[in-house]
């Protein structure tokens, strides 16, 4: 297998420093391609996607921008950003093409010629290449409770292909000092976060939350001037993550009310004034909504993966994978 000039072996080049934004633009074309997101489907504005993804704004804006000028979306006057009205068989070639092009052009970069990618392109695609030994994957978040419930969702999604561990952002550089991983995965929330803790490397892979999550942001966005949100969490981050989210949303004129699970006078005064309650992960294992009254107003405050969000990690599993071959 060729070696470039750096000495690292090409098929093994890492994407630890792939920007966040390519990788929401990456799992936003997977929707769109999987017919998830189907033509005229409007997109959420940028501040609350922003927001439901814990991102800048200012990144949102830079995606919908790459998607309308690759022809996946496209501005419509008192609907936003929908998708395009393009049928899949014209953006298939347009999007491979696109996928070639960046592989020529990071070959370049390690000193291989067009050609030299060419044959290696035919003599991957002519053998049949067998599964390497088990990806490990450390998934980070910032609560225990996040971070081994993910963990085990991964571990039973890929079953048979990864190692997958929970661990606490904090405590990323630890455990790569003392274990080896060939990926850290973690939310979009944290992606910022990991890619600093893990320092390049390994590549971290920041995967969206599904539509329930995002649908929960849209509810909080749209809440009047005046209303009062009551979070229950384990720990203070937890609050901390929901304030940034209301930030990043633009939302104004909503007070948050935080509350410990083992604040009883805090939980107790949100339970009477608040409008809508979001309860942790741990709240929710806790059984503290049965002591809640007016359950029409408690939410969880937990996510599910996107599908798009699982294909980019498979994806990652699977360049690791075929790396090793």
Not at 80 to 86: E, L, P, Q, S
Not at 118 to 125: D, E, G, I, L, V
Not at 152 to 177: C, H, K, S, V, Y
Not at 194 to 207: D, E, S
């Amino acid at each position: 297998m060729p070696i470039g000039p750096s000495g690292r072996d090409l098929d093994v080049e890492r994407d630890s420093d792939v920007p966040i934004s390519t990788q929401i633009f990456w799992q936003l074309v997977y929707q769109i391609d999987s017919g998830r997101l189907l033509p005229g489907a409007r997109l959420l504005p940028v501040r609350e996607l922003g927001a439901a993804l814990r991102v800048n704004p200012n990144t949102i804006r830079a995606v919908y921008r790459r998607l309308a000028d690759a022809g996946y979306v496209m501005s419509r006057h008192g609907a936003g950003t929908v998708v395009a009205d393009r049928p899949p068989k014209r953006r298939r070639p347009e999007a491979l093409a696109g996928i070639v092009s960046e592989m020529i052009r990071r070959a370049a970069q390690a000193g291989f010629t067009a050609d030299e990618v060419a044959s290696a392109t035919f003599a991957a695609s002519s053998e049949r290449r067998r599964p390497g030994p088990v990806v490990r994957v450390l998934f980070a978040e910032c609560t225990s409770a996040d971070a081994g419930y993910d963990a085990e969702r991964l571990n039973d999604e890929f079953a048979g292909q990864i190692e997958a561990e929970g661990t606490l952002l904090d405590e990323i550089p630890e455990r790569m000092e003392r274990f080896h991983y060939d990926l850290v995965a973690t939310t979009t929330f944290h992606a910022d976060e990991a890619q600093a803790l893990v320092g390049g490397r390994v590549p971290v892979v920041a995967m969206i939350v599904g539509p329930g999550y995002v649908e929960l942001v849209h509810e909080i966005s749209g809440l009047p001037a005046g209303s009062r949100v009551g979070v229950v969490c384990a720990s203070e981050r937890g609050a901390d993550n929901i304030a940034e989210t209301l930030a990043i949303a633009g939302t104004k004129g909503v007070e948050l009310i935080p509350a410990l699970m083992t604040d009883e006078t805090g939980i107790a005064e949100l339970d009477r004034t608040a409008d809508l309650i979001l309860l942790s992960r741990e709240a929710l294992a806790h059984g503290l909504d049965a002591r809640l009254s007016r359950l029409e107003r408690v939410r969880p405050w937990t996510y599910e993966f996107d599908p798009a969000g699982l294909e980019h990690l498979r994806r990652a599993i699977e360049h690791v994978s075929t790396a090793r071959a």
